[in-house]
C-alpha cells in the first residue's frame, strides 16, 4: 500500500534507482483498480494485459541502463475522451461505446513512450457535466466519500489519483472540468493556457475552450508530466509554435514579491469552509512575501451565460458527426435515413448530451445567432479584456475552483441549472484561454477536501507551479489520504 | 416569350489541383479505388482537426487576381452545419461572411461585342464524399475519396441575360481557370458544379422578378438546358396569371427538367459560425502582388494579340485561344518557323478533327510543335503538296517522325522540275486532242481534266501550280 502512496516523481525516483521495479508499481497500480474500481467506477477500460507488457519492456530497459525521460515507467491513465490506438475510446457514451481509435492523441502519444497506460477513465458523457454523473458507464464515485460526487467532467482521473488507482491522469478542461473534480477530490490539476497541449486526438466538445491537462498528487508531478504533453503539434491549427519551458525549472524560487489579487466575484455564494480554507491558503502565500489585494471584476456575472452558449454552440456542430453512418453507435431499427438519424442520435446521446446540442442548435440559429452567439462572442471580448487589465498589476488571481466541496450524489441532476451555476469561478479561464490550476488547500467539517484556484497570465504557468509548489512544501492538504 | 427579359446569376464550383486535400495530407486525385485517398481527418474521425493546405489559399487567390477580385488581407473559415451521409463531420468548412476574393469582374466576348460580368466574390471550401446507390440492394454506400478536395466557388453577379451569355460566361471561366492551372475543369470528372440562380422580369422593368435556384447542374450543357427551362417554366407561369415561388429546384439532366425540391419558408439554416479549429486566413499585400505578377497572359489577351501581331481572323484567335494547351501548341509551332495562319489552319483543321475521332486532347499529341512546323513549311516551300501534308500527320499520329523522313519514305515529295513536268504535260494534251478542243471552245471542266491526268501520270506528286501554269502555256500556243 505504501507505493501507492507515492507521488508520481517519487515513484520514477524509486524506480529509477531500482528499488522497486516498474513491473512493481505497475501490479500495486492494477491490484488498487481490482480493489477500488467497482465502488469507485473510475476506470471504464482497464487495459492489464498490455500494462503488464510495458512495465517488462521497461524493466529491461532500466536494466540495461537505457537512458529515459524523468516520468518515464510511472503508470498513468488517460481520460477517455482522449484518443488512445487500439483501445477504445467511449468519451462516456453509448454512440462512442465501441470506438476503437486507429490514431493517437498527441499528448497521449507522448506519455506513450516508455509508458505503462493502465487504462481509460470515466468522466461526464462527452465531458459534459460538472458531477460525473453523466457517463453512460454509471457515475464515479468521490473516493473521500463514495456518496458523494467526484466533481465532472474529468471525475475518473481525479478520483483515480485520489485513490491510489494511478500515479497521474489526464483530464480535459473546457469549463472546469480539470480544476472542479481535482478540488473535489484533493488532487493537483493544471488546465494549461489554449494551445499549449495540442488538441489533436482530444474528442472535440467545444474547440474554442478544450484543452487536456494533468492530475497528479503535487505541483511538482503536474511540472514534469507538462514537460512531456507540451508542444508544437502541426496536426492542431491552435497549437501555438512558442518556445516551451522546462516546467520543473519553474518549482524552484519562492513565492516572495508575487502580486496576488483575490476577485471579489469568485468569492460570492462560496460556503463558509470554502471561503475561509482559501482565503487562509492566500494568507499563507502573503505570509511567504507574497502582497494581496481584493479586487473586483464585474464582467465575471455575465462569464456563465456566455460559457453556456459558446460551448453549447460549438458541442452542437461537433457532436453532429455521430450519425450512424461512420462509427459507433446505430440504432437496430429505423424506416429511412432521417429515421435512422433520429433514432441513433436519441439513443446514443444521454439526456445532457442532448440538452446542450438543442441549446446551441437554438444559440446558432438563424434570428437568434445575434442575440445568443454573436453577445457570448462579445462577452467573451470583454472577459478577456478585463483579465489583461488585472494581469497588468497582478501574476495571478486566487479564488475558490467551486463555491461548496464536493455534494452528494443525485443531489443536483434534476436541476440542470443550479448544476451550471456552480461552474462561476472556473469557466472565464478557459473563456480567456488562461492557465488555472486547482490544488489542495483544506478540508472542511465533513473532511471533505477544499480546492484553492491560481489563474495565470497566458503562459503563466510557471508562476502557477511556483506558487503552488512552495505551497504545497509548506502545507500537507495535498498529501490527502482517501487511497488509503 | 419577347417581352420578358431573364436575369441569370450562377454560382460555379470549382475543384482545385492541388496535389493533396483541403485540410489533410491525402491525395487530391480522381478515379482512386473506393475509400483509399481518404485518412481520419478528411473522414471526420473523432478528435482529428483540418490543418488548412495553403496552396489551396495561394490557387483562390490567383483565381481572384485573374477575375479582378480585391483580396481580403483577413478572412476566416465557417462551418456550413447539415446532415447528409456524405458529409462525415456534418458540417461542411467553407467562408461565410468574409470570402478570400471579392468584387471582381470577367469580360466574356459576344457577338454584340464584349460584356462585363460581375463576381461577387470567389470563396474556398471542402467537397463532401459521394453517395453509391447502386453497390448494394439494400443500403446506400459512401465514398470518401472526394471528401476534402478543394474547392473555389465563384458567385456571379445577377448580370447574365440569356442562355447564351450564360454559356460564354461559363466558357471564359472554365478557360482562364485552366490558364492560370489552378483546376483542370474537367466536367465529366465534376471538377466543375454549378448552381444557377433564374428569374424573368418584363423587359424594361429594373426590379428584379423572383428567383428559383437550380441546383446538381454537372455541365456546361445542363446549365444552358436548365436555364433555357427555367425561363420557359416562368415565362408560362407568368403568361397564365400565375407567380415564381422562391424555391429551390433540383435540375434532373436525364428528364431535361427542373423539379421542386424546397420553398423558401423550408430553406434550410446552416446555422454558420466560425471555425474554431482554424486560424484567420492572413495574406500579405506583398503576397497577392507576387501573385498577380506571375499570372500567365490570361485568354483575352491572347486572343486580342494573335489578331494585332500574328494577322489572325478573330475567329481562328478565339478558338486557338480557348484552351490553353492549344494556344502553347500553337505558339510553339510558329515560334519553330511555321507561319500563322498556316499552323493555325492544320490546328484548326485535320488535328482536330483527328483529335476528335481519336477522343483525346490536344495535351495528348503525339508529335511536337516543332514537327508540325517543320511540316507546314515543307508545304509553304512547295517541297510537298497539301494533300501530301495530310498523308505525313496522318503518320505523325501513329509513329512520330521528322516530317522529312516521311516525306522521303513515302516518296511524297513533289515534283515541281519544270522539265519533267513539260513531259508530262505534252504527253496528255497528245493523248487528249478532244480536251484541247473542248477548252478552245470554253469549257473550264476540260483544264481541270487535263490537270487530274497529269496528276495520275505523276503519281500525285506533282506540283498543281506548275503544272497549272504548264498546261496553261502549252494550250494557248496551240
Known sequence: MELLKLTAKEAADKLHSKEVSCAELTKASLEQIKAKNESINAYITVCEEEALQQAEQIDAKIAAGEAMEPLAGVPYAIKDNICTKGVRTTCASKMLGNFVPPYNAYAAERLSKDGVMLGKLNMDEFAMGSSNETSYFGA???????????????????????AGMAYYTLGSDTGGSIRLPAS???????????????????????????????????????????????????????????AYPDYTKALQGDVKDMKIALVREYFAGADAAVDASVKAAVKQLTDMGAQCDEISMPITDYALPAYYIISSSEASSNLARYDGVKYGFRAEKFEDLTDMYFKTRDEGFGDEVKRRIMLGTYALSSGYYDAYYKKAQQVRTMIKQGFDKVFETYDMIASPVYPTTAFGIGEKTDDPVKMYAGDLCTVSVNIAGLPGM??????????????????????????????????????????????? | MSEYEAVIGIEMHAELSTKTKIYCGCKNEFGGEINTHCCPVCTGMPGTLPVLNEKVVEYAVKAGC??????????????????????????QISQFDIPLCADGYVDIPLESGTKRIGITRIHIEEDAGKLLHDASDTDSLVDFNRCGVPLIEIVSEPDLRSSEEARVYLETLRSILQYIDVSDCKMQEGSIRCDVNVSIRPKGQKEFGVRSEMKNVNSFRGAIRGIEYEIARQTALLEAGGQVVQETRRWDDAKGESVSMRSKEEAQDYRYFPEPDLMPIRIEKETVEKIRQELPELPHVKRARYVSELGLPEYDAGILTEYRPTAEFFEAAVAAGASAKGASNWIMGDISRILKEKDILIDDVPFSPQQLAEMVQLIESGAISNSAGKKVLETLF?????????????????????????????????????SIEDYKAGKDRAIKFMMGQVMKLSKGKANPQTVNALLKEELDKR
Not at chain 1, 212 to 225: C, H, N, R, T, W
Not at chain 1, 464 to 470: M, Q
Not at chain 2, 66 to 90: E, T
Open chain 1, 140 to 162: 464515479v464515485h468521490n473516493p473521500y466519500d463514495l456518496d458523494r460526487v467526484p466533481g465532472g467532467s474529468s471525475g475518473g482521473s481525479a478520483a483515480a489519483v485520489a
Open chain 1, 184 to 242: 473535489f477530490c484533493g488532487v493537483t490539476g493544471l488546465k494549461p493556457t489554449y494551445g499549449t497541449v495540442s488538441r489533436f486526438g482530444l474528442v472535440a466538445f467545444a474547440s474554442s475552450l478544450d484543452q487536456i491537462g494533468p492530475l497528479a498528487k503535487s505541483a511538482e508531478d503536474v511540472a514534469y508530466i507538462m514537460n512531456r504533453i507540451t508542444g508544437h503539434d502541426k496536426m492542431d491549427s491552435t497549437s501555438l509554435d512558442i
Open chain 1, 438 to 484: 486547482s490544488l489542495p488547500c483544506g478540508f472542511d467539517e465533513k473532511g471533505l477536501p477544499i480546492g484553492l484556484q491560481l489563474i495565470g497570465k497566458p503562459f503563466g504557468e510557471e508562476t502557477l507551479l511556483r506558487a503552488a509548489h512552495a505551497f504545497q512544501c509548506a502545507t500537507d492538504y495535498h498529501k490527502g489520504g482517501a487511497q488509503a
Open chain 2, 66 to 91: 485573374a477575375l479582378n477580385c480585391s483580396i481580403a488581407n483577413l478572412s476566416k473559415q465557417d462551418r456550413k452545419n447539415y446532415f447528409y451521409p456524405d458529409l462525415p463531420k456534418a458540417y
Open chain 2, 398 to 434: 501513329e509513329s512520330p517522325k521528322a516530317p522529312k523522313q516521311i516525306v522521303e519514305e513515302l516518296g511524297l515529295a513533289q515534283i515541281s522540275d519544270e522539265g519533267a513536268l513539260q513531259k508530262m504535260v505534252q504527253d496528255v494534251l497528245e493523248q487528249n486532242p478532244q
